[in-house]
């Protein structure tokens, strides 16, 4: 199958503070990347989607300044919570697209805690 | 509209018995997929299994089949011979394949199973 990482697995950052996190498809290109956010004992909540080389399209609700996605290669996307607040501690899940059979694969997910 | 409804918050098994977890959708598009994942508490998503709109049969994995009722909008995961590993949270996704909508996934609430020794 398919490998995905996400770094960090975990952090924690105080309030006002911003966190990039790092989604890498290691052995396939991805030319559409998906930004999930989860809440505990919640279902994933897609935040955003974005195409390699292109902006980002943000569903409904979620604020593009806050939450910026970077998608700059086939292989990497960054999502920065950029002045976090305690109520966007969460799971956050990348899933990228594979370019050769659109299958969609997950990352291990990174739990944000925000002091 | 909810596109994926899972009416079961939790569910309880007895090991080595089957289970059903209930899954109806949402979509006028003719071309879709539906999927079931399962979420353990590490948090990680790992796929089971998948069906096409247009699959005749209902698709198997190992101890994973999926009900598939077209009519009816309904994608049941049965699981048989329930194992304790297989206590997790289980979300059933579905994927529509025109319109645009960059085959994103849609998700349900899930099922919390728990499965009893």
């Known amino acids: 199958g398919a490998v995905v990482s996400q770094h960090p697995s975990r952090v924690i950052c105080k309030s006002g503070t911003s966190v990039k996190i790092e989604c890498r498809s290691l052995d396939f290109q991805a030319t559409t990347m998906f930004w999930y956010r989860q809440f505990p004992k919640k279902s994933l909540m897609l935040m955003a989607t974005?195409?390699?080389?292109?902006?980002?399209?943000?569903e409904q609700g979620v604020e593009k300044d806050k939450f910026l996605i970077n998608h700059a290669s086939l292989t990497l996307s960054t999502l920065t919570v950029t002045s976090a607040h305690p109520e966007d501690s969460s799971f956050y899940i990348c899933?990228?697209?594979?370019?050769?059979?659109?299958?969609?694969?997950f990352g291990p997910g990174t739990r944000l805690t925000v002091t | 509209a909810q596109k994926i409804t899972q009416t079961q918050p939790g569910m309880f098994v007895q090991e080595k018995e089957a289970v059903t977890l209930d899954c109806t959708y949402d979509?006028?598009?003719?071309?879709?997929?539906l999927f079931w994942y399962k979420q353990p508490s590490s948090g990680e998503m790992i796929f089971l299994i998948y069906?096409?709109?247009?699959?005749?049969q209902n698709a198997t994995e190992g101890r994973y089949s999926l009900n598939f009722q077209k009519a009816r909008k309904s994608a049941n995961l049965v699981i048989s011979a329930s194992q304790l590993g297989d206590s997790a949270m289980y979300f059933c996704a579905m994927r529509e394949f025109s319109g645009g909508s960059n085959y994103k996934l849609t998700f349900g609430k899930g099922t919390l199973l728990t499965v009893n020794p």
């Open positions: 899933s990228p697209c594979r370019a050769d059979n659109n299958e969609q694969y």
């Open positions: 069906q096409g709109s247009y699959d005749q």
């Open positions: 974005s195409n390699e080389g292109s902006k980002a399209t943000y």
């Open positions: 979509t006028s598009d003719p071309s879709y997929g």
